[in-house]
């Protein structure tokens, strides 16, 4: 395995805290006997790791502030966890929790949480079958464990957010979130990766583990607003007990590389599980969305939205995998995956899998790529709207019903604007959406 | 007001329109009639400017401008409104969104400023009664998944918001039950103005039974081969179009 990034290993070799150093030792192992994913390996057939292989330097514990990262946190009224540069920022996150949460960082944890931790820490995620997990494993020093004790209902988003901010050289930050989300219990989880554009590559190597017991319900999002130069290989692994239901929703911007893997386990009956997504990469951006829903069990239902818009150079990747496994009895899937095409130089390639093996399941999916719909541009100028404004409201539109689909008010309403103005640099074009 | 001329218009290589000239004043109301394929809607379409619609010949004269030289939205600007007769569904966009954007470009094309939002839902609120739509309807989806009569009714709504100077309805009429139909024709009746004039396209008298023409035109061919009054209407709809297109022939 490629060197690229001893430094950031050996740095948690000597930084992780003891009870996870067993842990980060393992990983090294098996990431160095991996081999990185090629061009040649099915799952990342469309989407090279060539930008990463160069030399990364550690996340510093800069001390730069909020105000001077030119970018503002929006007021979503949750608890919020901050880290820059994969350090957490106590002045910048709630210290208060609500009753039955608890928030533990792997670097602050007692004997007796970090057994806890320990309990569930990669029982979710397979690090043989994703190389970038054995890598976060071998980066640990610190991660979030969050646990909703089980009948809790929990009023508040809790918002995680990872910043990472311009250093010098290149750069690697590693982030671990694991939730346990307690039988019967409700709560709502903002995962938000934001960087400030910088020249220098950020490689955050992210993953989460999301653990949802009986009955209960986690609303979960990811966001990845990160852009520029910014690389992000990662995901969400998520599994589900009886009756659980996650519902996660997960958006990217474009950068250089996003390369995110979204995979639900149904260990349940009953389980069910809403996934949606939107990702706009523009420029010479490059995203690439992997599901995989792996309904092992019974009587689970699932349901999978995901849109793309890709503009001038950019390109996307949408690999939708529904796996219904033998035992699998009345299961009922549908995933619908659109892609918009707003440039002749813009690629996507998406592909919808369905692989059953029980005999009475209910299964949907589909798959399309189109441009923009002239007869709707041509019916939006008859009423006078100019061709830019048009362009720009059909844009929107197309990823509206996903956005729509957004149970968080104040996620909505800081998330329709932000994107309404992505696909116009002028906001006089936008105004009519926020 | 508007001056067409030995207009000839294609589509995919077919020549639809063929030498049609036709004026409409101030105020006026000319009812178009004809049989299936006569042109009836490629005439519409060539006023709003539609892609795939090229003219070949003639000449467009609206309030003494070249239509034909100007983009779609800037005829709509000028005051031209196309009523569809098959409206374009547009999920994700709502129909309140897209009517603000419209409502405000027209204003501003008027030196005027754009509604705040309270007047502009109130404006909204009255059209939505005025052709008997649910106030719901603005949250949805520009024309998804409305019936047949009530993307006709969204048109007419459209055109009393945006108050154009010429109005083409093209069928409007066609697949609407009788009160839907009293619906339409008194929404064009209420718009009715000395300033403001009205093309309906259509296949059947009985919607000049509730807006009365003050010209009716049958086209054929891809001509106007008959103009008269009202009572031409009449004698259509007795005769039928083949003993006009036998005489053309």
């Given at each position: 395995m490629p060197n690229f990034m001893e430094q950031a290993l050996d740095y948690a070799q000597s930084n992780a805290p003891v009870w996870l150093q067993p842990t980060v030792s393992e990983g090294r192992q098996l990431w160095e006997k991996q081999a990185l994913p090629t061009r040649k390996t099915e799952a990342w057939k469309y989407t090279g790791v060539h930008n990463l292989r160069q030399p990364y330097a550690v996340g510093e514990s800069t001390a730069v502030a909020l105000k001077d990262l030119s970018l503002s946190l929006p007021d979503l009224d949750a608890h919020r966890v901050v880290f820059i540069n994969g350090h957490y920022r106590a002045e910048l996150s709630s210290d208060e929790l609500p009753q039955g949460v608890e928030l533990v960082r792997f670097a602050q944890a007692t004997a007796e949480q970090s057994a806890e931790i320990a309990k569930y820490l990669g029982t979710i995620v397979s690090k043989?079958?994703?190389?970038?997990?054995?890598?976060?494993?071998?980066?640990?020093?610190?991660?979030?464990?969050?646990?909703?004790?089980?009948?809790?209902?929990?009023?508040?988003p809790i918002q995680l957010v990872w910043i990472t901010a311009s250093q010098t050289a290149a750069f690697t930050t590693t982030q671990r979130l694991l939730v346990l989300a307690g039988a019967n219990s409700s709560a709502t989880v903002i995962e938000h990766f934001a960087g400030v554009r910088g020249e220098q590559a950020a490689f955050t190597n992210g993953m989460t583990e999301l653990l949802v017991q009986a009955g209960a319900t986690l609303e979960h999002y990811r966001l990845h607003l990160e852009e520029g130069a910014a690389m992000h290989v990662g995901g969400v692994h998520a599994r589900l007990l009886a009756n659980a239901t996650l519902n996660s929703f997960h958006l990217a911007?474009?950068?250089?590389?996003?390369?995110?893997?979204?995979?639900?386990?149904?260990?349940?009956?009953?389980?069910?599980?809403?996934?949606?997504?939107?990702?706009?990469?523009?420029?010479?951006?490059?995203i690439d969305y992997h599901t995989c829903l792996e309904h092992a069990v019974p009587h689970c239902t699932s349901s999978e939205t995901f849109r793309g818009i890709v503009g001038d150079s950019a390109s996307a990747v949408f690999n939708g995998r529904i796996h219904i496994h033998r035992d699998a009895q009345k299961t009922r899937a549908e995933l619908s995956n659109k892609n918009l095409l707003t440039s002749t130089?813009?690629?996507?390639?998406?592909?919808?899998?369905?692989?059953?093996?029980?005999?009475?399941?209910?299964?949907?999916?589909?798959?399309?790529?189109?441009?923009?719909?002239?007869?709707?541009?041509?019916?939006?100028?008859?009423r006078g709207v100019?061709?830019?404004?048009?362009?720009?409201?059909?844009?929107?539109?197309?990823?509206?019903?996903?956005?729509?689909?957004?149970?968080?008010?104040?996620?909505?309403?800081?998330?329709?604007?932000?994107?309404?103005?992505?696909?116009?640099?002028?906001?006089?074009?936008?105004?009519?959406?926020? | 007001m508007l001056k067409i001329e030995n207009l000839h218009a294609s589509v995919e290589g077919?020549?639809?329109?063929?030498?049609?000239?036709?004026?409409?004043?101030?105020?006026?109301?000319?009812?178009?009639?004809?049989?299936?394929g006569s042109g009836k809607s490629t005439l519409g379409h060539v006023l709003a400017g539609r892609p795939g619609y090229t003219v070949t010949a003639g000449t467009v004269e609206f309030l003494g401008q070249n239509v034909l030289e100007m983009e779609t939205e800037e005829r709509a600007h000028l005051g031209i409104f196309l009523a569809f007769q098959y409206p374009v569904e547009i999920p994700g966009v709502s129909n309140m969104e897209f009517l603000k954007a419209s409502v405000d470009t027209m204003r501003?094309?008027?030196?005027?400023?754009?509604?705040?939002?309270?007047?502009?839902?109130?404006?909204?609120?009255?059209?939505?009664?005025?052709?008997?739509?649910?106030?719901?309807f603005l949250k949805r989806g520009v024309n998804e998944g409305f019936s047949g009569g009530e993307k006709k009714r969204n048109e007419l709504m459209q055109m009393m918001l945006l108050e154009p100077r010429l109005a083409v309805m093209d069928e409007t009429d066609s697949g609407l039950d009788i009160d839907a139909l009293q619906v339409?024709?008194?929404?064009?009746n209420t718009m009715r103005a000395a300033d403001r004039s009205f093309i309906l396209v259509t296949h059947y008298q009985r919607l000049l039974e509730y807006i009365e023409p003050d010209f009716v035109h049958v086209l054929a061919g891809g001509r106007?081969?008959?103009?008269?009054?009202?009572?031409?209407?009449?004698?259509?709809?007795?005769?039928?179009?083949?003993?006009?297109?036998?005489?053309v022939a």
């Open positions: 043989h079958d994703h190389v970038f997990a054995s890598l976060n494993d071998a980066s640990l020093t610190d991660g979030v464990f969050l646990s909703v004790a089980p009948g809790i209902v929990v009023d508040k911007l474009g950068s250089v590389l996003k390369r995110i893997d979204v995979v639900v386990d149904f260990q349940g009956a009953g389980a069910h599980c809403e996934l949606n997504g939107v990702y706009l990469p523009r420029g010479e951006e490059h130089r813009a690629e996507v390639n998406t592909k919808p899998e369905l692989e059953i093996y029980a005999d009475d399941v209910l299964c949907a999916h589909g798959a399309t790529v189109a441009q923009l719909d002239e007869t709707a541009l041509h019916y939006l100028r008859t100019s061709k830019a404004e048009a362009e720009v409201m059909l844009n929107f539109g197309f990823i509206n019903e996903v956005v729509d689909g957004v149970r968080l008010d104040t996620l909505r309403a800081y998330l329709r604007p932000l994107l309404a103005l992505r696909f116009s640099r002028d906001p006089q074009l936008a105004r009519h959406l926020a | 077919k020549d639809i329109l063929k030498g049609l000239t036709l004026t409409v004043g101030a105020g006026e109301v000319h009812a178009i009639m004809g049989p299936n501003e094309q008027r030196g005027l400023t754009p509604l705040d939002a309270v007047s502009f839902m109130k404006q909204a609120r009255e059209a939505c009664a005025a052709v008997d739509l649910e106030l719901d339409v024709a008194q929404g064009v106007i081969v008959r103009s008269g009054d009202k009572t031409l209407a009449l004698e259509l709809e007795e005769k039928g179009y083949a003993w006009l297109e036998d005489e």
